[in-house]
């Protein structure tokens, strides 16, 4: 069970979370599609032999881990200094339907996007996939096969517990709106993602 809760980056909980309560539920769930999709693409990296390869070049290695740490550090100023905590519902109801309507699709690209490259600019997820699935593999038998299924069954357990956070959340959504909170969770969750880039590095 630690071992499959160790697939649950942190970085991970924290960009669904502040997803989840800056613009929605729907928004949650597509932070959530984008980091299955960073999981779909570190699977057919294993697949296809290269993860080893990555890991074991220093260069490639710390390449997609400052650039990680870079992007965790831009997330974490963002989410500090933004000036807006509004949900997307939230819009006054005097802007036009397009104008809400371009906002959101917005916010939801925006939040696919984070879940996407959170995940595969993590040098975490490279090692857990190189350390963790092969102790599951049958050299008797398809390996490429059996990485497929293993890669599916981890990120459905990645997903399955993302779902029921962003659900958990929607539910208490309306004791967290109060625009103080807002702010200060606006401003904890950018120095906590400037904490993960810094650990990052280290």
């Known amino acids: ?84 905590t509004l949900l997307v519902e939230n819009v006054q109801t005097e802007d036009s339907q397009g104008s809400i309507e371009k906002l959101s699709n917005h916010h939801y690209k925006e939040s696919y996007l984070q879940g996407v490259f959170s995940n595969i600019l993590n040098p975490k997820t490279i090692l857990v996939y190189i350390t963790f699935m092969p102790q599951f593999i049958d050299l008797n038998g398809n390996t490429n096969q059996q990485l497929i299924a293993l890669g599916l069954i981890l990120t459905a357990i990645a997903v399955g517990w993302f779902l029921i956070v962003v659900y958990l959340l929607d539910h208490v959504e309306q004791w967290l709106k109060k625009p103080k909170f807002q702010k200060v969770f606006q401003k904890s969750t950018g120095v906590m993602l400037i904490g993960f880039g810094v650990k990052t590095v280290i």
């Open 1 to 84: 069970m630690a071992l499959m809760m160790s697939m649950l980056p942190g970085t991970d909980t924290v960009l669904i979370m502040k997803n989840t309560l800056m613009h929605g539920a729907k928004a949650g769930r597509y932070t959530i599609l984008g980091m299955a999709t960073g999981l779909t693409f570190w699977t057919i990296v294993v697949v296809l032999g290269l993860s080893v390869v990555i890991a074991q070049s220093v260069f490639l290695f710390n390449t997609i881990k400052y650039l990680g740490a870079a992007y965790l550090f831009y997330l974490g100023i963002r989410a500090f200094f933004a000036k807006s």
